[in-house]
């Protein structure tokens, strides 16, 4: 079992920068992808940005404004949102996924409003 435990969400306005953090613990293997989605209100869950122990992926409405990062010695991953927009509002979620499965967590919600 893998627990995830986000945080760093909240209220942003137009054009600020958040940095959400994602803890990992439990049965952690270093093969791993970690990464964030999101979801809006009455919208699917979408990729945001993911990270192995050698590439990233974003998605294109992302790239430039959202940066992945993480710390393996933590088992901790980042996500810095830069310039932010009233669209970019949504639970934002992190995922793990290795050999094992796939372990979401709770989730932590971004509002970017003025």
């Known amino acids: 079992q893998v627990q995830l435990v986000e945080s760093g969400g909240g209220l942003v306005q137009p054009g600020g920068s958040l940095r959400l953090s994602c803890a990992a613990s439990?049965?952690?293997?270093?093969?791993?992808?970690m990464g964030w989605y999101r979801q809006a209100p009455g919208k699917e869950r979408e990729l945001v940005a993911t990270?192995?122990?050698?590439?990233?992926n974003y998605a294109d409405s992302m790239k430039g404004r959202f940066t992945i990062s993480r710390d393996n010695a933590k088992n901790t991953v980042y996500l810095q949102m830069n310039s932010l927009k009233p669209e970019d509002t949504a639970v934002y979620y992190c995922k793990y996924s290795s050999w094992s499965g796939d372990y979401w967590g709770q989730g932590t919600q971004v509002t970017v409003s003025s």
């Open positions: 439990g049965s952690i293997f270093s093969m791993n992808i």
């Open positions: 990270i192995t122990s050698g590439s990233t």
